[in-house]
């Protein structure tokens, strides 16, 4: 069995709360990613995806050169820890139909992501992966349970 440090993406690039919506998008396109955990000292306080700018920003009309990351990222997070079975990450994103997951220590800190692709790419069972992303497509998507406990409280 892998676990999640095995195949996790390390070197992950990040963005700051108060960071423009424009920056974070900018970064995104310069390394064709599709999300940035958004951190504070290396902590995840938060997830912003090209579908939060197109939902909470373009769709709103507001300007992405004024409207900050913390106004419009996902704070409720699904993480994994780097020690955690890859099959326990497919099941999480299953559940909580997302398709990236933070890896984080118990401080919170950031040290890897892992992805559908990236599962795909290194465990090569597609059967597990289409099950996976079944589960991700499926309608009415779960509230996520909060699982980054050092963000209560904090002002981003």
């Known amino acids: 069995m892998s676990r999640i440090?095995?195949?996790m993406t390390r070197n992950v690039e990040t963005v700051g709360p108060s960071a423009t919506v424009q920056e974070a998008?900018?970064?995104m396109k310069s390394d064709n990613i599709g999300?940035?955990?958004v951190c504070i000292d290396s902590r995840v306080v938060g997830t912003i995806t090209d579908r939060d700018i197109t939902i909470r920003v373009t769709a709103e009309g507001r300007d992405a050169r004024t409207t900050l990351v913390r106004d419009v990222m996902t704070p409720d997070l699904v993480t994994v820890r780097p020690q955690q079975e890859v099959f326990?990450?497919?099941q999480l994103m299953h559940d909580h139909q997302v398709r990236r997951l933070p890896v984080v220590e118990p401080d919170g800190r950031l040290v890897g992501y892992v992805t559908t692709a990236t599962i795909?790419?290194?465990e090569g069972d597609e059967k597990?992966?289409?099950k996976v992303l079944k589960g991700i497509s499926q309608p009415g998507k779960p509230v996520p349970e909060k699982i980054a406990p050092w963000i209560r409280g904090k002002t981003l």
């Open 5 to 7: 440090a095995d195949i």
């Open 25 to 27: 998008a900018e970064r």
């Open 35 to 37: 999300s940035l955990p």
């Open 88 to 90: 326990e990450a497919e």
């Open 120 to 122: 795909a790419k290194r």
């Open 128 to 130: 597990t992966v289409g």
